[in-house]
């Protein structure tokens, strides 16, 4: 095995496997990507005449096949492998010979690393998106089925005016179509192509261009200059992080008011047998875990999201490797928000109100009065309030 870096000096195993770290085990996700980012370049480098069209086309087809076993189970990346660059490029290289060596001229691993972790992140924040969407389409369709349900609106924990399941669902209709509107956002930092800046000065004596594998991509715009992307690494990860973080937390409110009406003392909602489990004592339990562990994720997210802010806090200019930590949380915090927002949705759509047990208090109407006492008798609003709060405090 020859690492991307090697220069035939020996690697104590503790050290590989310490520099090394989970990226053999986290970096499945990113073969597909890296295939993507390499043909792209090796397309480029033909058309800047730096490789011959015939070694452009072993390494695209070489690099398709190896994509379609590793989907087909016949390859897996090894520790020895380091990470996913350096196991496609050595397996590139013994199936085709010396061309697979031509591959990496004109970038670096450090841009080959982050246009993949780009042009993945580019699609997972669709694929958070579409969860979204999913989970939309539930509320509204609990909003359907139950809207003209009355249900008492809240404050301090206490009955404060009248509301409805279709006002309460719109509410986190609301909520998850603004997360949807700040990944949109975030998608900007996301979408500047890396390719070609090699270490992040570039690649001097060599005339090549990214614009090409810019628009090859599919990226909106080049990261120019060459210095700014190290720089911007952990920008675009925490901009992903701090919003998905914001959309398990607004999951978490969900849960929170679905444990509540569930508990026997208010027996709002009933949910499917099928997504509550039972207690190992008491035989009469179904509890709601799926809630509980949805609300319990707005924590786990924040600490992704604190962790990658912290792994770049004060670091100088240029690639250091301590970027290499960002990996973990960004995909525990991705995999996080795809899991609650889909379960969520699965847990709503079984989920039915039980309007038999939903009682208003008969103050909660007292707000509608005093605005009627104002309409009706022209008094001020400060007066109606008073008289009004006598009422329902004899």
Not at 113 to 122: C, D, E, F, G, N
Request: aromatic share 6%; net charge negative.
């Amino acid at each position: 095995m020859t690492r991307l870096w090697e220069k035939g000096l020996p690697l104590d195993q503790r050290v590989l496997a310490f520099t090394a770290g989970e990226d053999h085990l986290l970096d499945a996700r990113l073969v597909s990507y890296d295939v993507r980012a390499s043909q792209a370049h090796a397309k480029m480098l033909a058309a800047q005449k730096l490789i011959s069209e015939e070694n452009c086309r072993s390494i695209c087809d070489g690099l398709a096949k190896l994509e379609q076993d590793f989907v087909n189970g016949k390859w897996q990346i090894r520790l020895e492998d380091e990470d996913v660059h350096t196991a496609l490029e050595s397996r590139l290289s013994e199936m085709i010979g010396p061309a697979g060596g031509r591959l990496h001229l004109g970038r670096s691993r450090n841009d080959q690393v982050l246009t993949a972790i780009r042009l993945y992140m580019l699609d997972a924040t669709e694929a958070v998106s579409g969860s979204i969407n999913g989970l939309i389409d539930a509320l509204s369709a609990l909003s359907g089925r139950d809207g003209d349900t009355a249900l008492p609106g809240f404050t301090h924990m206490q009955h404060a005016m009248p509301s409805s399941v279709a006002l309460w669902c719109g509410g986190f209709i609301e909520a998850f179509e603004d997360n949807n509107t700040g990944l949109q956002s975030a998608q900007r930092r996301l979408s500047k192509n890396p390719l070609g800046s090699a270490a992040g000065y570039g690649t001097p004596g060599l005339e090549i261009d990214r614009e090409m594998t810019t628009q090859a991509l599919g990226f909106a715009e080049t990261q120019n200059p060459v210095t700014a992307v190290q720089l911007s690494r952990g920008k675009a990860e925490s901009g992903v992080l701090f919003e998905l973080t914001l959309l398990i937390q607004d999951l978490g409110k969900l849960a929170s008011d679905l444990l509540l009406f569930y508990t026997q003392e208010f027996a709002y909602i009933e949910l499917a047998a099928d997504v509550t489990t039972g207690s190992s004592i008491m035989p009469q339990k179904r509890n709601p875990d799926v809630l509980e562990l949805i609300r319990a994720s707005g924590a786990s997210a924040q600490a992704c999201l604190d962790e990658c802010l912290m792994i770049t806090a004060k670091l100088p200019s240029g690639y250091q490797r301590d970027l290499q930590r960002l990996k973990a949380p960004l995909f525990r915090g991705i995999d996080l928000a795809v899991e609650c927002t889909d379960i969520m949705a699965f847990v709503l759509e079984g989920l039915k109100f039980k309007p038999e047990n939903i009682r208003l208090d008969e103050s909660i109407n007292a707000a509608t009065e005093a605005n009627e006492l104002v309409s009706n008798e022209g008094i001020p609003f400060r007066d109606a309030y008073r008289r009004v709060a006598e009422r329902y405090n004899k």
